[in-house]
């Protein structure tokens, strides 16, 4: 099953934070999310494991809750570079196989 | 130079007509994917390939075919499109030993 994301879509002005929520229904091994900004390819944030452990290159931060299946993006004091599409992978296999995405959150931020 | 290629960029073709999307890669990886991009639906996987001898389908694999000439070489196939299949294409690869999934620049294909 697809993950839910939310909002579907925010804007923001620079300088201002911003959470985007990932939802699972099913159980989940980890949870990956993208940024894909308008006419490009998605490229990898970070991943989240079950037990606590994150991997990711940008300075962003994010949350795994286990219990409720969910995973929350942090964006803070935003940049005009935020902007894009943010999508969540979920891993139930814990395989990382095959990754289920969001229908992905918009992310707008103005000067 | 691109470290996932993907060709062509850009397609359009009639319904009926056989198409092949092509994948080449140059970082070694091991793992390819081909996934498909419709507005308001996300990233969807349609097969996956963790060697060239492993094949799986993904959640979408009705309509598409693949295969892995090599490790470096991965084809989705369309053997019949039709408008429905009208999508935004990537292909991604990955290691075994990391999770993360690089894509290509994708490929912009509509049947009419």
């Known amino acids: 099953q697809q993950p839910v994301q939310s909002p579907q879509a925010v804007i923001l002005r620079e300088g201002e934070d911003a959470v985007i929520n990932c939802s699972s229904s099913k159980a989940l091994y980890s949870v990956h999310w993208y940024r894909q900004k308008h006419g490009e390819a998605p490229v990898f944030l970070m991943i989240?494991?079950?037990?606590?452990e994150q991997k990711g290159h940008e300075k962003i931060s994010a949350s795994f809750n286990e219990k409720k299946q969910q995973s929350s993006l942090y964006l803070t004091a935003s940049q005009l570079s935020y902007s894009g599409t943010y999508f969540c992978?979920?891993?139930?296999?814990?395989?990382?196989?095959?990754?289920?995405f969001g229908s992905g959150t918009q992310l707008t931020v103005l000067p | 130079d691109a470290d996932v290629t993907q060709t062509p960029r850009n397609r359009i073709t009639k319904t009926g007509k056989r198409i092949m999307l092509e994948c080449s890669q140059t970082k070694g990886h091991d793992r390819m994917y081909w996934y498909r991009q419709d507005p308001g639906l996300g990233l969807r996987l349609i097969y996956y390939s963790f060697d060239v001898k492993d094949i799986n389908k993904g959640e979408i694999s009705d309509g598409y075919s693949v295969s892995r000439q090599a490790q470096a070489k991965f084809s989705l196939s369309l053997e019949s499109a039709i408008p429905n299949q009208t999508a935004l294409y990537f292909c991604?690869?990955?290691?075994?030993?990391?999770?993360?999934?690089?894509f290509g620049p994708g490929t912009r294909l509509t049947v009419t």
């Open positions: 992978g979920t891993d139930y296999s814990g395989s990382a196989r095959q990754l289920t």
């Open positions: 991604a690869t990955s290691t075994s030993g990391d999770y993360e999934q690089y």
């Open positions: 989240l494991l079950k037990g606590g």
